[in-house]
């Protein structure tokens, strides 16, 4: 099965974690994200500048379609990044949730997008 999801702002620790409990790859580049099929799991880094801005823009307009999910953390560049993901792609976690109540949030994101969990029961969009 080919799942790719992004994570903007969610602590590395957590998401090694989920990857490595559904068994998706990390990956740290959006060129390593996009290449191949499986299931893959980008760390994104802050945009910081302009340009990065500009770059992750131009990587989702030419990718975005192929991203399964687009899952942030509230940031700087919330707003960015929500701007260029798929409409009913786009999940938000809160950045002041407490470790096991984020591992929660993440884990019904993951196994929603998986189909392990109804969507009824997970979460929406």
Avoid: N, W
Wanted: hydrophobic share 40%.
């Amino acid at each position: 099965m080919i799942m790719k999801i992004v994570f903007y702002g969610i602590p590395e620790e957590e998401v090694r974690r989920l990857a490595g409990r559904y068994g998706f790859g990390l990956c740290r580049s959006f060129g390593e994200f996009v290449a191949g099929g499986g299931r893959k799991m980008l760390l994104q880094p802050l945009l910081r500048t302009d340009g990065e801005r500009l770059d992750f823009f131009g990587r989702m307009a030419r990718y975005g379609a192929s991203v399964d999910a687009v899952v942030v953390s509230c940031a700087d560049d919330f707003s960015a990044v929500h701007y260029c993901s798929q409409p009913g792609r786009f999940f938000s976690v809160s950045g002041e949730a407490g470790e096991e109540a984020l591992e929660y949030e993440l884990t019904r994101i993951v196994e929603t997008r998986l189909g392990l969990v109804c969507a009824h029961e997970g979460v929406e969009p």
